[in-house]
């Protein structure tokens, strides 16, 4: 059926939509936390995109240690202009043609808050560990060595203190807490995070302990601290460039 069909090519469109956001606006979340990304409303919460500083802000506010401590932690990132267009432009043209269809099928039926779901007329989004098998057909693509989601954020955050220590201000700290089987839970205060490391969802110690070997760090103001961190990190991939060139390269074979 042609609704079938159209529905396939939204979830490969959803499926690279993923590895561009995943890898394009700082430090990775988790794939949970990816996962849960919101375009609208639901009855009992906001969405996590939104427009701020003339980019696309992606506001989250899960983190791994919530279901231990019953609090949760503000995440902030900003998609790259182009990233963020293809975002807005899904939101604005796709999502009501796809709930146009669905209500064909059944007259009651909604589609789900969730960035990345099936129209299928029950809600379903995304499970968990689908991701990493999206990365690898995109590293297959790519012709790189295969990476998962993990790897991946650790690979990031030892980039980023390579390049980017001494660019954001950052303060020393002293290493602290107690190791957990992945994680350090410790609260140093928002004064006292880095911004990477809060857009990977670490405390600054296990970022820069446990992901990239050292013990530098920090800023101030999640909002402002998440646009620099997501600027400097685009910079460093040349996306901006590579999206224009790959842009006239279209234009020109046309």
């Known amino acids: 059926l042609q609704h079938e069909i159209y529905e396939q090519k939204v979830q490969m469109f959803l499926k690279h939509l993923a590895v561009v956001v995943h890898l394009s606006a700082g430090q990775p979340l988790r794939e949970p936390e990816l996962l849960s990304i919101m375009w609208q409303n639901s009855p009992n919460e906001r969405r996590h995109i939104w427009i701020q500083y003339g980019k696309v802000m992606i506001r989250t506010f899960y983190h791994k240690g919530q279901q231990h401590s019953g609090t949760s932690k503000e995440n902030v990132r900003f998609l790259p202009s182009p990233v963020g267009n293809l975002v807005l432009d899904f939101i604005a043209y796709v999502q009501p043609f796809r709930q146009f269809l669905l209500h064909q099928r059944h ?107 050292s013990n530098t760090l920090v800023m101030s103001n999640v909002m402002n601290r998440g646009f620099h961190a997501s600027r400097l990190w685009s910079e460093f991939l040349g996306l901006d460039a590579l999206f224009k060139d790959s842009k006239r390269s279209r234009s020109l074979s046309s």
Not at 119 to 126: E, F, L, R, V
Not at 178 to 195: L, N, S
Request: with cysteine; glycine share 12%; net charge negative.
């Open 107 to 213: 007259p009651t039926a909604l589609l789900s808050s969730h960035l990345w779901s099936y129209a299928d007329g029950k809600q379903g989004s995304w499970v968990s560990g689908r991701l990493t098998g999206i990365l690898y057909k995109a590293c297959n693509r790519s012709g790189i060595c295969k990476f998962n989601v993990s790897q991946w954020r650790q690979i990031s955050a030892a980039i980023c203190k390579e390049k980017f220590s001494g660019i954001l201000g950052f303060d020393t700290v002293d290493e602290v807490g107690e190791e957990d089987d992945d994680d350090i839970a410790v609260d140093i205060g928002e004064e006292k995070m880095g911004a990477f490391a809060e857009q990977g969802n670490h405390s600054v110690q296990v970022f820069n302990r446990s992901y990239a070997g």
